[in-house]
């Protein structure tokens, strides 16, 4: 089955505790990317990759790193999470934008 | 900056009525537009995918229109069931941003038996 996994699905950690979410597609797309989703401000992109090793900023990178060392692979780290990063984070792939699958998201809450 | 903007927020209505949604865009020099739904805590499932060259996609119950001259889209539901009820999100894609999409706001539906 097509599909974007992301994992965990749901995380509580402490402020300042570096964390990664994996996220990982079968469908040899070269777009990827990492959204997050709060009330009253919708979906905004982190970080997209069109394709390995070519990674850029999206509308709110702050506090995010992402890699693309792998092309089914693209992972979220939060070098040191703050409260402020609590939110619902969606990854998605895309074979070159011609549509998008979603992955089933990660709820993070930072304390 | 492209900015997307779904109208109403919310909406109930009665099991079996015809209903519409509405997207409207600000830039129209878009690549595509997407139709999602997204039930509560859950990823959001692609529904539809209209190109800018096209006017209109379908699937079952559902219509997409795109009219990119006038910055707008409009999701048709028809015989609307009440589990139809979700979150249903629209998003564009720009000629000139790579992998960029920017969402609407969404339309919170509500059908009820």
């Known amino acids: 089955e097509a599909q974007v996994t992301q994992n965990p699905r749901y995380l509580i950690t402490v402020t300042g505790k570096k964390l990664t979410v994996t996220c990982s597609q079968n469908?040899?797309?070269?777009?990827m990317s990492w959204y997050r989703q709060d009330p009253g401000l919708g979906l905004r992109q982190i970080y997209y990759?069109?394709?390995?090793?070519?990674?850029d900023k999206g509308d709110v990178p702050e506090g995010y790193k992402v890699s693309r060392k792998e092309k089914r692979n693209f992972p979220l780290i939060l070098e040191s999470p703050s409260p402020n990063q609590t939110s619902l984070y969606f990854c998605?792939?895309?074979?070159?934008?011609?549509?998008?699958?979603f992955g089933s998201g990660t709820r993070l809450t930072v304390v | 900056k492209q900015e997307v903007t779904q109208i109403p927020a919310a909406l109930s209505v009665p099991e079996g009525e015809n209903l519409v949604l509405n997207c409207s865009f600000t830039?129209?020099?878009?690549?595509?537009l997407q139709w999602f739904r997204q039930d509560p805590g859950k990823g959001l499932t692609s529904l539809l995918l209209?190109?800018?060259?096209?006017r209109e996609q379908t699937s079952g119950r559902l219509n997409a229109s795109l009219d990119k001259s006038s910055g707008r889209s409009t999701l048709y539901i028809a015989a609307s069931q009440p589990g139809d009820s979700a979150t249903y999100l629209c998003?564009?894609?720009?000629?000139?941003?790579?992998?960029?999409?920017?969402f609407g706001g969404g339309t919170r539906l509500m059908v009820k038996p």
């Open positions: 469908m040899n797309h070269e777009y």
């Open positions: 998605a792939s895309s074979f070159k934008g011609y549509g998008y699958t």
């Open positions: 209209i190109q800018s060259s096209q």
């Open positions: 998003a564009v894609r720009r000629n000139n941003a790579g992998n960029m999409l920017t």
């Open positions: 990759s069109m394709n390995v090793e070519v990674t």
């Open positions: 830039d129209s020099a878009i690549y595509n």
